[in-house]
């Protein structure tokens, strides 16, 4: 914890304080004036007296310039701060002035009349030395704004007294002027001539920001808000501390005023050189700061802001005024949930909230620091530079020969990818100049948990080093693989890291490398050799890196100054904790934390984006054995989420797309998916609660100290990721419910609940194959991959592919053509499936739900055929060594998880559009085969879904020589017929007769899917004729399971694949529904599908229609047992509530879920009204921290693509009940 008091409280009383008022003062003193010092000193005394009587809401600043510093220095023992800078940038003029002077005064005040007093005080003190005073006095116009009330200033600066301190008052790197600052001085006048002649996007342009004060999101260098800012050795805007105030009234028209006068207040000169030199640009009049040739300076100066002591006043400990722009101020009045980080901070940091339990110091300037980060993306556009080819690489950087070099070069893939991490952990990723540009290697001092994450999410794709041969990369390419090809997406085993430690894993492996054949007779055995030898080279990376860290502290370390007490130990620790961890197993808490960061970085930096999994089960052994308290405990698991949480991007224009044709093969192949909808999705999960990992009968409780950390941090820190999940079960502590209801109404969209026994039960008597069966101790020990699908944590591989629902209905109605590609090119659309029946050939309904589950039946035999046969493509181009050694059964038995070496394979059919496919399967039944509601033919019905219901009159449906008009009367009757189908019954509104239904498509949907694998007995007999899977062909599915388990199996270890049917869209609603055609429950052509299994959005097409419904009685539609237990890779329903949504309710609703009584198998639940999301759209940064819920992360609002926050906004709002 920290125990430094920050450095604001040894400051003059104020500093940061910026009330509506304000005089700026400079002193010109006598020459020859003596005891100026003492004189200014006791200026200092008499203002800070009569601005307590204000209760300091009148200060007064004192500052001196550097040369009067520096003379007073020579004739005492003072000292000259480190911070003092050259001050010659001002002399050449324009764009900035130096006009001099020796003592400044910025008086301040909510009161104009208090300014004017306490201007008149020091001026009757100092009249005796005073030559001339320059004095301009600041107002505050048209609520802030400038340039004619067009534009607000002074939006961006911190506002907390931790932040304060740490980007602009000076700490303990230099002690003898602890609480001092520096300032900088312009009075900019304005041109109204030049403005004058500029439209409006010209100024706003200009400066960068709207009338609204959102930034002008566009690629402009030269504005205002992109030249000011400069990054410092961390990768975050330095900031100046500005209070800038215009002046006067300009001669050209009331309302204008005459110019504005900059103070801005900083930790050092030198920042202020920096933040000028970067607005000034190559200067000659052609700045880079446009706004320096509308608005030169006319004067200004450097200034030294003594600390309290040097001036001998009061230390500003107890009132720390730090003002925050009235624009930020603005959260929910459900007392959890922020809308923005200015004013999070600010809240936090006046203590004007408390989180219970409170942030310390550290976590609060760390927390600061992530949102410069987050913030700078709207400025600055972020890439991660390509890494050099393997083979180019050890040309350019290692010693070795050429002969060398190719003998790698010609080595097995596995040898060269193992080289590849290890080149790329201790090198490739950490010089200097790449580092920097990918912000991949830093450290700051305050950082207890260290280590950098990539700024590539699953929708930018990886960056790694590539190894592949030229003569293999079209092979690779037939396979739609390559380098980038490693899906991640598992659960690595953090226990067998940290019960061993990486240097006990290198020898293990080793041993095992040494014991096999020296001279290998066969494939397998040379496989197996260079399997061990490519985890080898893995795990000496991922040593190696952790010493690099150890360097980098000690090396920052011996920068600072001596003074830095508490910065030098941090460091110190951090470069021992860091090299013990290189090679020896943790012992303590923090260690433990930091090993676990450790790996999750590497493997993310190597292109593994993988999920942390049960952190609270396997650090709570550590913490019960520590000598720490809770606090301390939690401020590490704070810090442990702030670094999780680095990498966000605000800005989607700032997009770096990485994605190749190979990136991440989830199904042994890799294809396009809609990855503009995985902006900031960092596959970075963590799952707690639940039962323990046990055989016991009765399943026990793994709730713990650090489940309740994880649930606190998810509440108490604004951030997106990690992404928290909760298992939950029929014994749940109420404690960890009530925490879990807390964590939801601060707006995160954490955590996602999941039900244990739902599951479990699922797992083990739906998804366990006679030839293996899972022990309890796995079946409990699931863990959400990176999105939600449950996986048995360090013992699986996973793969999936979608199987949509929708799409075998749209074949299902047009003999097995996907419509979406109607028109004169394809006709009636894209022949994807079998040509079954003419619509106008099918008697009955349930004559269509047989063809509907034939369609399906075919669906579900191509990705059996893809998957199958696909499976061990990716150990020939794109092998895992790290993330194997990290998994059961690999070292083992001697192979890759890509080459069947993991204990369990997992493959899973993911089922999209269900909600909008079992509505529409309802409106067909009621809208043309129910004799007393039926409206239309199935014909009709087919060519009014062609015409996308009469929006889109198109060829060949209707000919364009029938005329206009009779075009238009069959657009109006289609229309008709829409609005009919909109309002039929919804699935997800707790209407039995409609949920009865679809429960039984989905109990059909899924015997198809598990008696296509699993062929059951010739006994079994179903209702529609398609589900007699027996009495079909799929002879061929059993040929490949026998091969593969023949491949890659053994007596010991036997290979079989457990299927885990599930529901998802995850974040692809937008993307997805663009394959689809108008459906029959009133959807439009190409718009989006409900996410995962939840209920239909309102259509996009018209106003926002939130569909009000009680959250009790709605979730009672999927309470079901084909869905809670037949969806064993989960079926998720999204579900949204207002903000005021009662706390005591929303713990009934988890309790209800935890019991079974309501909801799927995993709901998740986004807090936020519709007016906020209004609100968001129009002002984005005011907004910044509204996070909504996307597949399986909480994604930004304000980050998102129109039309994905189009359909958030239109998801059902679940209202609790009146009872």
Same mark, same amino acid.
């Given at each position: 914890?920290?125990?430094?008091?920050?450095? *604001?409280?040894?400051?003059?009383?104020?500093?940061?304080?910026?009330?509506?008022?304000?005089?700026?003062?400079?002193?010109?003193?006598?020459?020859?004036?003596?005891?100026?010092?003492?004189?200014?000193?006791?200026?200092?005394?008499?203002?800070?007296?009569?601005?307590?009587?204000?209760?300091?809401?009148?200060?007064?600043?004192?500052?001196?310039?550097?040369?009067?510093?520096?003379?007073?220095?020579?004739?005492?023992?003072?000292?000259?701060?480190?911070?003092?800078?050259?001050?010659?940038?001002?002399?050449?003029?324009?764009?900035?002035?130096?006009?001099?002077?020796?003592?400044?005064?910025?008086?301040?005040?909510?009161?104009?009349?208090?300014?004017?007093?306490?201007?008149?005080?020091?001026?009757?003190?100092?009249?005796?030395?005073?030559?001339?005073?320059?004095?301009?006095?600041?107002?505050?116009?048209?609520?802030?704004?400038?340039?004619? %009330?067009?534009?607000?200033?002074?939006?961006?600066?911190?506002?907390?007294?931790?932040?304060?301190?740490?980007?602009?008052?000076?700490?303990?790197?230099?002690?003898?002027?602890?609480?001092?600052?520096?300032?900088?001085?312009?009075?900019?006048?304005?041109?109204?001539?030049?403005?004058?002649?500029?439209?409006?996007?010209?100024?706003?342009?200009?400066?960068?920001?709207?009338?609204?004060?959102?930034?002008?999101?566009?690629?402009?260098?030269?504005?205002?808000?992109?030249?000011?800012?400069?990054?410092?050795?961390?990768?975050?805007?330095?900031?100046?501390?500005?209070?800038?105030?215009?002046?006067?009234?300009?001669?050209?028209?009331?309302?204008?005023?005459?110019?504005?006068?900059?103070?801005?207040?900083?930790?050092?000169?030198?920042?202020?050189?920096?933040?000028?030199?970067?607005?000034?640009?190559?200067?000659?009049?052609?700045?880079?700061?446009?706004?320096?040739?509308?608005?030169?300076?006319?004067?200004?100066?450097?200034?030294?802001?003594?600390?309290?002591?040097?001036?001998?006043?009061?230390?500003?400990?107890?009132?720390?005024?730090?003002?925050?722009?009235?624009?930020?101020?603005?959260?929910?009045?459900?007392?959890?949930?922020?809308?923005?980080?200015?004013?999070?901070?600010?809240?936090?940091?006046?203590?004007?909230?408390?989180?219970?339990?409170?942030?310390?110091?550290?976590?609060?300037?760390?927390?600061?620091?992530?949102?410069?980060?987050?913030?700078?993306?709207?400025?600055?556009?972020?890439?991660?530079?390509?890494?050099?080819?393997?083979?180019?690489?050890?040309?350019?950087?290692?010693?070795?020969?050429?002969?060398?070099?190719?003998?790698?070069?010609?080595?097995? @893939?596995?040898?060269?990818?193992?080289?590849?991490?290890?080149?790329?952990?201790? %090198?490739?990723?950490?010089?200097?100049?790449?580092?920097?540009?990918?912000?991949?290697?830093?450290?700051?001092?305050?950082? !207890?948990?260290?280590?950098?994450?990539?700024?590539?999410?699953?929708?930018?794709?990886?960056?790694?080093?590539?190894?592949?041969?030229?003569?293999?990369?079209?092979?690779?390419?037939?396979?739609?693989?390559?380098?980038?090809?490693?899906?991640?997406?598992?659960?690595?085993?953090?226990?067998?890291?940290?019960?061993?430690?990486?240097?006990?894993?290198?020898?293990?492996?080793?041993?095992?490398?040494?014991?096999?054949?020296?001279?290998?007779?066969?494939?397998?055995?040379?496989?197996?050799?260079?399997?061990?030898?490519?985890?080898?080279?893995?795990?000496?990376?991922?040593?190696?890196?952790?010493?690099?860290?150890?360097?980098?502290?000690?090396?920052?370390?011996?920068?600072?100054?001596?003074?830095?007490?508490?910065?030098?130990?941090?460091?110190?620790?951090?470069?021992?904790?860091?090299?013990?961890?290189?090679?020896?197993?943790?012992?303590?808490?923090?260690?433990?934390?930091?090993?676990?960061?450790?790996?999750?970085?590497?493997?993310?930096?190597?292109?593994?984006?993988?999920?942390?999994?049960?952190?609270?089960?396997?650090?709570?052994?550590?913490?019960?054995? &520590?000598? !720490?308290?809770?606090?301390?405990?939690?401020?590490?698991?704070?810090?442990?989420?702030?670094?999780?949480?680095?990498?966000?991007?605000?800005?989607?224009?700032?997009?770096?797309?990485?994605?190749?044709?190979?990136?991440?093969?989830?199904?042994?192949?890799?294809?396009?998916?809609?990855?503009?909808?995985?902006?900031?999705?960092?596959?970075?999960?963590?799952?707690?609660?639940?039962?323990?990992?046990?055989?016991?009968?009765?399943?026990?409780?793994?709730?713990?100290?650090?489940?309740?950390?994880?649930?606190?941090?998810?509440?108490?820190?604004?951030?997106?990721?990690?992404?928290?999940?909760?298992?939950?079960?029929?014994?749940?502590?109420?404690?960890?419910?009530?925490?879990?209801?807390?964590?939801?109404?601060?707006?995160?969209?954490?955590?996602?609940?999941?039900? &244990?026994?739902? *599951?479990?039960?699922?797992?083990?008597?739906?998804?366990?194959?006679?030839?293996?069966? @899972?022990?309890?101790?796995?079946?409990?020990?699931?863990?959400?991959?990176?999105?939600?699908?449950?996986?048995?944590?360090?013992?699986?591989?996973?793969?999936?592919?979608? @199987?949509?629902?929708?799409?075998?209905?749209?074949?299902?109605?047009?003999?097995?053509?996907?419509?979406?590609?109607?028109?004169?090119?394809?006709?009636?659309?894209?022949?994807?499936?079998?040509?079954?029946?003419?619509?106008?050939?099918?008697?009955?309904?349930?004559?269509?739900?047989?063809?509907?589950?034939?369609?399906?039946?075919?669906?579900?035999?191509?990705?059996?055929?893809?998957?199958?046969?696909?499976?061990?493509?990716?150990?020939?181009?794109?092998?895992?060594?790290?993330?194997?050694?990290?998994?059961?059964?690999?070292?083992?038995?001697?192979?890759?998880?890509?080459?069947?070496?993991?204990?369990?394979?997992?493959?899973?059919?993911?089922?999209?559009?269900?909600?909008?496919?079992?509505?529409?399967?309802?409106?067909?039944?009621?809208?043309?085969?129910?004799?007393?509601?039926?409206?239309?033919?199935?014909?009709? *019905?087919?060519?009014?879904?062609?015409?996308?219901?009469?929006?889109?009159?198109?060829?060949?449906?209707?000919?364009?020589?029938?005329?206009?008009?009779?075009?238009?009367?069959?657009?109006?009757?289609?229309?008709?017929?829409?609005?009919?189908?909109?309002?039929?019954?919804?699935?997800?509104?707790?209407?039995?007769?409609?949920?009865?239904?679809?429960?039984?498509?989905?109990?059909? *949907?899924?015997?198809?899917?598990?008696?296509?694998?699993?062929?059951?007995?010739?006994?079994?007999?179903?209702?529609?004729?398609?589900?007699?899977?027996?009495?079909?062909?799929?002879?061929?599915?059993?040929?490949?399971?026998?091969?593969?388990?023949?491949?890659?199996?053994?007596?010991?270890?036997?290979?079989?694949?457990?299927?885990?049917?599930?529901?998802?869209?995850?974040?692809?609603?937008?993307?997805?529904?663009?394959?689809?055609?108008?459906?029959?429950?009133?959807?439009?052509?190409?718009?989006?599908?409900?996410?995962?299994?939840?209920?239909?959005?309102?259509?996009?097409?018209?106003?926002? &229609?939130?569909?009000?419904?009680?959250?009790?009685?709605?979730?009672?539609?999927?309470?079901?047992?084909?869905?809670?237990?037949?969806?064993?890779?989960?079926?998720?329903?999204?579900?949204?509530?207002?903000?005021?949504?009662?706390?005591?309710?929303?713990?009934?609703?988890?309790?209800?879920?935890?019991?079974?009584?309501?909801?799927?198998?995993?709901?998740?639940?986004?807090?936020?009204?519709?007016?906020?999301?209004?609100?968001?759209?129009?002002?984005?940064?005011?907004?910044?921290?509204?996070?909504?819920?996307?597949?399986?992360?909480?994604?930004?609002?304000?980050?998102?693509?129109?039309?994905?926050?189009?359909?958030?906004?239109?998801?059902?709002?679940?209202?609790?009940?009146?009872?």
């Amino acid at each position: 914890m920290s125990n430094e008091k920050y450095a *604001l409280q040894f400051s003059q009383i104020g500093v940061p304080y910026s009330p509506d008022h304000s005089i700026f003062a400079t002193y010109y003193l006598k020459e020859g004036a003596t005891d100026t010092y003492k004189r200014l000193k006791k200026a200092a005394q008499i203002t800070q007296k009569a601005c307590g009587k204000t209760d300091y809401k009148s200060v007064v600043i004192c500052g001196v310039s550097f040369g009067q510093w520096v003379q007073w220095c020579k004739n005492s023992d003072l000292t000259i701060p480190k911070g003092f800078s050259d001050t010659s940038i001002l002399d050449v003029s324009p764009p900035y002035k130096n006009t001099g002077g020796n003592f400044l005064f910025h008086i301040k005040s909510d009161r104009f009349i208090e300014c004017q007093k306490l201007f008149d005080l020091i001026k009757a003190e100092l009249l005796d030395i005073t030559d001339r005073i320059d004095h301009t006095i600041g107002e505050r116009l048209h609520d802030g704004r400038v340039y004619g %009330g067009r534009l607000l200033h002074g939006v961006i600066r911190s506002v907390d007294p931790i932040n304060v301190s740490a980007r602009a008052i000076v700490g303990d790197e230099d002690i003898d002027h602890k609480g001092s600052c520096y300032a900088i001085t312009q009075k900019f006048v304005h041109n109204w001539s030049k403005l004058d002649n500029m439209t409006e996007d010209e100024i706003e342009n200009m400066i960068g920001r709207d009338k609204k004060c959102n930034i002008i999101l566009n690629n402009d260098k030269g504005s205002h808000i992109k030249s000011v800012r400069v990054l410092n050795d961390d990768r975050y805007n330095i900031r100046l501390m500005g209070q800038a105030q215009p002046f006067g009234i300009s001669q050209t028209g009331k309302g204008r005023e005459k110019g504005v006068y900059v103070l801005a207040y900083a930790k050092s000169g030198q920042n202020i050189n920096a933040a000028l030199d970067g607005m000034r640009g190559k200067g000659h009049n052609q700045f880079k700061d446009r706004h320096l040739l509308i608005s030169p300076s006319v004067g200004g100066n450097f200034w030294y802001i003594p600390s309290a002591e040097e001036l001998k006043v009061k230390k500003d400990t107890e009132t720390q005024h730090v003002t925050m722009n009235k624009f930020f101020a603005e959260r929910s009045k459900n007392g959890y949930m922020f809308y923005n980080s200015k004013d999070y901070l600010y809240q936090i940091g006046m203590g004007k909230y408390d989180p219970k339990p409170g942030l310390s110091d550290r976590v609060i300037e760390l927390l600061g620091i992530n949102f410069s980060r987050w913030n700078e993306t709207w400025y600055t556009y972020r890439t991660t530079p390509p890494l050099p080819h393997l083979e180019d690489y050890l040309r350019d950087k290692t010693d070795m020969s050429e002969k060398e070099i190719q003998k790698i070069m010609n080595s097995s @893939v596995a040898i060269r990818k193992g080289l590849a991490i290890k080149y790329s952990l201790t %090198g490739a990723l950490i010089e200097p100049e790449y580092a920097e540009k990918a912000d991949l290697f830093r450290l700051n001092s305050k950082e !207890i948990i260290v280590g950098v994450m990539p700024a590539l999410s699953l929708g930018t794709g990886t960056v790694v080093m590539r190894y592949l041969r030229q003569d293999e990369k079209i092979p690779a390419f037939l396979k739609n693989l390559n380098e980038f090809s490693a899906m991640g997406h598992n659960l690595p085993n953090h226990k067998t890291v940290l019960d061993n430690g990486i240097g006990k894993l290198i020898k293990d492996v080793e041993n095992k490398l040494a014991k096999c054949p020296k001279s290998p007779n066969t494939r397998e055995e040379k496989d197996t050799i260079d399997f061990y030898q490519s985890v080898i080279y893995s795990l000496e990376g991922v040593r190696d890196y952790s010493l690099k860290y150890a360097e980098l502290a000690l090396r920052i370390k011996n920068q600072l100054a001596e003074s830095q007490v508490e910065e030098r130990a941090n460091l110190q620790s951090v470069h021992d904790r860091m090299k013990k961890l290189a090679t020896e197993k943790p012992d303590t808490f923090i260690e433990a934390a930091q090993l676990v960061f450790t790996i999750h970085s590497t493997l993310h930096l190597i292109g593994e984006p993988v999920s942390i999994g049960r952190l609270d089960q396997y650090l709570n052994p550590f913490f019960e054995k &520590d000598n !720490i308290s809770e606090q301390e405990a939690q401020e590490i698991i704070d810090c442990f989420w702030i670094k999780i949480s680095e990498k966000v991007l605000y800005n989607r224009s700032h997009f770096d797309d990485h994605l190749t044709y190979g990136t991440g093969a989830v199904c042994y192949s890799a294809g396009n998916f809609p990855q503009g909808s995985a902006i900031n999705q960092w596959v970075m999960q963590v799952t707690v609660g639940g039962y323990k990992a046990n055989d016991a009968k009765d399943p026990e409780d793994a709730c713990n100290d650090v489940t309740m950390m994880c649930l606190r941090s998810s509440r108490r820190l604004p951030l997106n990721a990690p992404c928290l999940s909760l298992r939950v079960h029929d014994a749940m502590p109420s404690k960890i419910i009530k925490e879990a209801a807390k964590c939801i109404l601060s707006g995160g969209a954490h955590p996602i609940l999941i039900n &244990d026994d739902a *599951l479990c039960e699922g797992f083990e008597k739906f998804n366990t194959p006679k030839e293996t069966k @899972v022990p309890l101790r796995s079946l409990r020990n699931f863990a959400c991959d990176g999105c939600y699908e449950p996986l048995f944590e360090g013992q699986s591989e996973f793969a999936f592919s979608y @199987v949509p629902a929708l799409d075998a209905l749209e074949k299902a109605l047009n003999q097995g053509t996907m419509y979406m590609a109607a028109g004169p090119i394809h006709i009636t659309g894209m022949k994807l499936s079998f040509q079954s029946k003419h619509c106008s050939e099918i008697e009955s309904f349930d004559e269509l739900l047989n063809i509907f589950y034939q369609h399906y039946y075919y669906a579900i035999c191509s990705f059996y055929n893809m998957m199958l046969n696909g499976y061990g493509s990716l150990w020939e181009v794109c092998p895992s060594p790290y993330l194997s050694v990290l998994l059961d059964g690999c070292i083992e038995s001697g192979r890759d998880l890509s080459n069947g070496g993991a204990l369990y394979h997992l493959m899973s059919p993911m089922i999209q559009g269900l909600s909008n496919t079992i509505n529409s399967l309802w409106a067909i039944k009621h809208m043309v085969f129910e004799s007393k509601q039926a409206i239309s033919t199935l014909p009709e *019905l087919l060519e009014c879904l062609f015409c996308d219901w009469g929006y889109e009159m198109i060829e060949p449906f209707q000919d364009i020589y029938a005329g206009k008009d009779r075009a238009d009367e069959r657009a109006v009757r289609f229309k008709d017929m829409r609005e009919h189908a909109l309002g039929l019954p919804q699935f997800g509104f707790g209407h039995k007769e409609i949920d009865k239904f679809g429960a039984e498509i989905i109990k059909n *949907l899924q015997t198809i899917v598990m008696d296509t694998f699993y062929p059951p007995g010739p006994d079994k007999e179903y209702q529609y004729p398609m589900l007699n899977m027996h009495k079909l062909q799929v002879k061929e599915f059993q040929e490949l399971r026998k091969k593969l388990a023949d491949t890659y199996g053994t007596p010991k270890k036997p290979f079989h694949i457990l299927m885990l049917p599930g529901v998802g869209t995850f974040e692809e609603v937008v993307g997805l529904g663009l394959n689809n055609g108008a459906s029959a429950d009133g959807r439009r052509k190409g718009m989006p599908l409900e996410s995962d299994f939840s209920a239909t959005p309102s259509q996009q097409d018209l106003p926002v &229609d939130h569909q009000y419904r009680d959250i009790f009685k709605a979730l009672k539609s999927w309470t079901q047992y084909a869905i809670t237990r037949g969806f064993t890779n989960a079926a998720p329903v999204d579900v949204n509530i207002r903000e005021d949504f009662p706390e005591k309710d929303l713990v009934k609703v988890i309790e209800k879920f935890a019991k079974g009584k309501i909801g799927s198998n995993l709901i998740t639940i986004t807090c936020a009204d519709p007016e906020t999301f209004d609100e968001a759209l129009q002002y984005p940064e005011k907004y910044d921290l509204i996070r909504v819920r996307m597949g399986g992360w909480s994604e930004f609002f304000v980050a998102m693509f129109p039309d994905i926050q189009q359909q958030h906004r239109r998801r059902p709002l679940f209202l609790p009940n009146k009872e």
